[in-house]
């Protein structure tokens, strides 16, 4: 596939996809590109102020576009915001892609998120949200990664290391 990203990102809030992505992209001379920030700089706006209005659904097709352009375009290291792979259509783009599932843990989740948080899913008893998101969607993530690299207890350079060798 020419063109296609070097590394696809995916996982839960406080995984480190952005701290993952910028050293992947740093060590292998690519660019870094993460959708969140492609919506946010599209929007001129927050995603937790998308999220408020117009809403969540705006939000994901929103993403979804996002996910799509980033996929057909970016040939670096790409990071997805945590909902992106709930939807079926972008699981199938991903199809064929180098994805990885930075898969962490609740105890450390909560630590990396923090409980001043800006993410709109996480809002209330932070860490009862990151429960409920790690058990809805650590299955989705895992049945679209080819590599799945725990995070818990571990360096971001630890971790990119690892990815660096899975993916080699």
Do not use: Q
Not at 11 to 25: C, E, H
Not at 33 to 53: H, K, M, P, Y
Not at 133 to 156: C, F, K
């Amino acid at each position: 596939m020419t063109g296609a990203p070097r590394a696809v990102l995916v996982g839960a809030p406080g995984a480190g996809k952005s701290t993952v992505a910028g050293l992947l992209a740093r060590e292998w001379g690519v660019a870094a590109r993460d959708t969140d920030a492609d919506i946010v700089a599209a929007e001129g706006r927050e995603i937790a102020d998308i999220f408020l209005d117009p809403g969540e659904a705006h939000f994901r097709s929103l993403e979804k576009a996002a996910v799509a352009a980033a996929l057909a375009e970016h040939d670096g290291v790409l990071s997805l915001g945590g909902g992106a792979v709930l939807d079926p259509d972008t699981r199938a783009l991903l199809a064929g892609h180098r994805v990885v599932f930075l898969r962490v843990g609740l105890a450390d989740a909560v630590k990396r998120v923090g409980l001043g948080t800006g993410r709109p899913l996480l809002l209330g008893n932070v860490r009862s949200r990151i429960k409920a998101l790690l058990d809805e969607r650590a299955p989705v993530y895992a049945s679209v990664a080819m590599l799945v690299v725990d995070t818990d207890g571990r360096t971001p350079e630890d971790v990119a290391r690892e990815i660096r060798e899975g993916l080699a």
